[in-house]
């Protein structure tokens, strides 16, 4: 007769860990931001080992891995690549972080921003006006789009609506990361680059975040 095997039980911690190795961890998402918000010494503690840090904000209602200074990592292999946004994707988050900050000071007790994607390309229309081909322009977005949830800055509501009544959600990550006091500078910098190609094609440039 074989023997059960003791069932293992892990540290909730340790369940926290695991979900922010797949990405930010939001306060609405009660139960994983009550394990990270409890166990945020074990886990910073452990990645710390590894040369990562566990970044949370409780008044933004954020958390997520960061890489940690490169004094701090010294000998240690960088884990987390740097990812960088194309000019698109940097032009869209710049945008929705603005939009993000007038709806939490229109609402400060706002939790949740969503927005759709028809609002969305209109926010955004000074740099992606629409052509003759609706198709490929709502790709267009879409990608830009994706590239921003990869990285937790938005998030399609999987239940809203197609084409342009899906809808986002802005992800207070996007305050974290998209400077305000640059916003202004880099959107003129990005017009007058764009007026200098004449043309709808995307540019090769990248713009780290």
């Known amino acids: 007769m074989n023997e059960t095997e003791p069932k293992v039980t892990l540290p909730e911690w340790q369940h926290a860990a695991?979900?922010?190795?797949?990405?930010?961890v939001f306060e609405h998402e009660a139960e994983r931001w009550r394990r990270v918000s409890h166990g945020r010494k074990d886990i910073d503690g452990y990645?710390?080992?590894i040369g990562l840090r566990l970044v949370i904000d409780p008044?933004?209602?954020?958390a997520y891995l960061d890489q940690v200074s490169d004094e701090e990592r010294r000998e240690l292999p960088r884990i987390m690549r740097r990812r960088q946004l194309s000019l698109g994707a940097t032009v869209y988050g710049l945008f929705l972080r603005q939009e993000l900050d007038r709806a939490i000071k229109d609402d400060p007790t706002v939790t949740r921003v969503r927005?759709?994607?028809r609002f969305i390309r209109d926010l955004v229309s000074e740099f992606y006006p629409t052509t003759n081909n609706e198709p490929?322009?709502?790709r267009l977005a879409v990608s830009h789009?994706?590239?921003?949830?990869?990285l937790g800055f938005v998030q399609r509501i999987a239940d809203s609506g197609d084409g342009n009544e899906a809808e986002y959600e802005l992800t207070r990550l996007l305050r974290a990361k998209f400077n305000p006091q640059a916003a202004d500078e880099l959107i003129i910098r990005i017009r007058a680059h764009l007026a200098k190609r004449h043309g709808n094609h995307e540019s090769d440039a990248l713009a780290a975040v």
């Open 145 to 150: 789009l994706s590239d921003l949830a990869e």
């Open 47 to 49: 990645f710390r080992q």
């Open 115 to 117: 927005r759709s994607l």
């Open 18 to 24: 695991v979900v922010l190795l797949q990405g930010p």
């Open 136 to 138: 490929a322009d709502r």
């Open 59 to 62: 008044l933004e209602g954020y």
